[in-house]
């Protein structure tokens, strides 16, 4: 089996004194993931080029995170932008984050929630509450007024929380000294086992035609066996391969998106591809045996996620004299910076397969080859709850 390790850091800074149809309802965890993806293909759109590497579940726990302190139209906002209803979606956020921190969850998914405040700042203990009581979150003081010191403590909170993936998280220059108030951080851990088993001495280097145009050598995976498959189109009847990889457990996916021709640009796909997608990938996906060749890939990305959110709508947050957080502090705050790091690597680090397993892999036939060999899509998703925990596009692995 070979692992697949991702991780992802979402900072919120939250600083500064005021001067489409599904084919069936969406759960709390799908909702939350919609927007996550929405900001995904807003960001995608503006580096077609480059590695991306983003946790939707990431982005909206932020914001669930902010909501009990929002008031009025910012709290508006956020409502709507999550599609959550507006009397309060926290039995159901509650429930979610409960789901996907069970201890049968540990091995594959480590999720840390901290809000770090200005020592003597006044945080409403109901905006405290809620969070420890939703998202289990970390209250922390510190003092900003010394942003080096500060900037040390929190990264190596996030440096703790995703055993080391990602040390460093913020700057000090991103901390006013005199103005900032408080910083929410949300970061997620994953590793996953493959289901399947991949042999080492299967990877070879193979050609990976780049989102660039060029072609690069490559390690290439590879390995014969069952899996979930099928092919999809967008509205316009652009055509792309679907397939499933499911970790240790079924309890996670990977699913991997791919145009169908090579004329295609992944471009031209993303923005189709929302929870009305996936959801609809289910019907859409046979199994079948393949010999499926896919590259190790590496990538870690820092998005800057104002512009993004502010294209969905959520733009009082950011606005000095807008922003309504009178549930959060009886003194007037904005968001001044929200910014996600993410990391993932898919690479050997493997165990024996089963014997029915190794059956499989061994049977008789002249199976179809898939061969990831160009730029991809892919979804890191919790299958109980429908959560896309990550998502990302490779240009060059």
């Known amino acids: 089996m070979w692992r697949c390790s991702l991780l992802c850091m979402l900072l919120l800074l939250n600083v500064g004194v005021q001067e489409g149809a599904l084919s069936q309802a969406p759960t709390y965890g799908e909702r939350g993931s919609d927007l996550g993806l929405q900001v995904f293909q807003q960001v995608a759109c503006t580096k077609p080029q480059e590695n991306i590497v983003l946790s939707p579940h990431g982005v909206a726990s932020i914001l669930g995170m902010l909501l009990p302190g929002a008031h009025g139209e910012t709290r508006r906002q956020i409502l709507t932008?999550?599609?959550?209803?507006k009397n309060g979606p926290y039995k159901m956020l509650k429930k979610l984050h409960k789901?996907?921190?069970?201890?049968?969850n540990q091995e594959l998914v480590l999720i840390a929630n901290a809000l770090f405040s200005q020592r003597g700042f006044p945080v409403e203990e109901s905006f405290m509450a809620a969070n420890k009581a939703n998202f289990q979150c970390e209250n922390?003081?510190?003092?900003?007024?010394?942003?080096?010191?500060?900037?040390?403590?929190?990264?190596g909170?996030?440096?703790n929380k995703t055993k080391g993936h990602i040390p460093s998280l913020i700057k000090a220059d991103?901390?006013?000294p005199a103005l900032t108030r408080l910083v929410a951080v949300n970061s997620i851990y994953f590793k996953g086992m493959w289901k399947?088993?991949?042999?080492?001495e299967n990877t070879k280097m193979r050609t990976f035609n780049g989102g660039d145009g060029n072609a690069y050598k490559v390690p290439m995976m590879s390995q014969l066996s069952v899996y979930h498959i099928g092919q999809a189109s967008t509205p316009q009847g652009l055509k792309y391969k679907v397939v499933e990889l499911p970790y240790h457990s079924n309890t996670a996916s990977m699913l991997i998106i791919m145009p169908s021709e090579e004329e295609t640009p992944l471009s031209e796909v993303i923005p189709h591809i929302g929870i009305a997608a996936i959801q609809s990938w289910a019907t859409l996906m046979h199994q079948r045996k393949v010999r499926l060749l896919i590259p190790k890939f590496t990538a870690e990305a820092e998005v800057d996620l104002e512009a993004p959110l502010s294209a969905l709508g959520l733009t009082d947050m950011f606005a000095d004299g807008k922003a309504d957080f009178r549930h959060l502090s009886s003194e007037p705050v904005y968001v001044s910076k929200s910014l996600q790091k993410a990391k993932i690597e898919v690479n050997e680090d493997g165990t024996k397969a089963s014997a029915a397993t190794t059956a499989i892999l061994l049977a008789r036939s002249s199976p179809p080859w898939v061969i990831v060999d160009r730029p991809f899509l892919f979804f890191v998703r919790h299958n109980p709850t429908g959560t896309i925990l990550f998502a990302g596009q490779i240009n060059q692995p």
């Not at 399947?196 to 080492?200: V, Y």
């Open 81 to 85: 932008a999550l599609r959550y209803k």
């Open 99 to 104: 789901t996907l921190t069970t201890r049968s």
């Open 140 to 155: 922390r003081t510190v003092d900003f007024s010394e942003p080096h010191a500060a900037a040390d403590l929190i990264n």
């Open 157 to 159: 909170w996030v440096n």
């Open 174 to 176: 991103m901390l006013d």
């Open 196 to 200: 399947s088993r991949f042999q080492p």
